[in-house]
Nanobody, 120 residues
Framework: QVQVLQSGGGFVQAGGSLRLSCTASGSILNIVSMGWYRQAPGNERELVARITSGGPTDIADSVKGRFTISRENAKNTVFLQMNSLKPEESGVYYC??????????????WGKGTQVTVFS
């Protein structure tokens, strides 16, 4: 079993900052990647940023220069620093981890989501 625990989020005025944290734990052999997805009401879940042990691999164009994803490999933890937030970036943010639990056995694991609300 793998657990993905998220923290952070909340309410912030437009232009403000928030930081999200996510830690994976349990029967982990190796974590290939960790990332953050956002889902606004009525919309599909979309990738915000993703990082492997070697560094960031994918960052949505809309957040480049304002959001930073980082990872503490030894702690199986990923962070998303969000600056200059916009109201349209409100939604539920989900942490995702691609995890090997045994040799040749991997799956995606999701956190429960955390609400981010940006008001103008």
């Amino acid at each position: 079993q793998v657990q993905v625990l998220q923290s952070g989020g909340g309410f912030v005025q437009a232009g403000g900052s928030l930081r999200l944290s996510c830690t994976a734990s349990g029967s982990i052999l190796n974590i290939v990647s960790m990332g953050w997805y956002r889902q606004a009401p009525g919309n599909e879940r979309e990738l915000v940023a993703r990082i492997t042990s070697g560094g960031p691999t994918d960052i949505a164009d809309s957040v480049k220069g304002r959001f930073t994803i980082s990872r503490e490999n030894a702690k199986n933890t990923v962070f998303l620093q969000m600056n200059s937030l916009k109201p349209e970036e409100s939604g539920v943010y989900y942490c995702n981890a691609r995890v090997y639990t045994a040799v040749g056995v991997w799956d995606y694991y999701w956190g429960k989501g955390t609400q981010v609300t940006v008001f103008s």
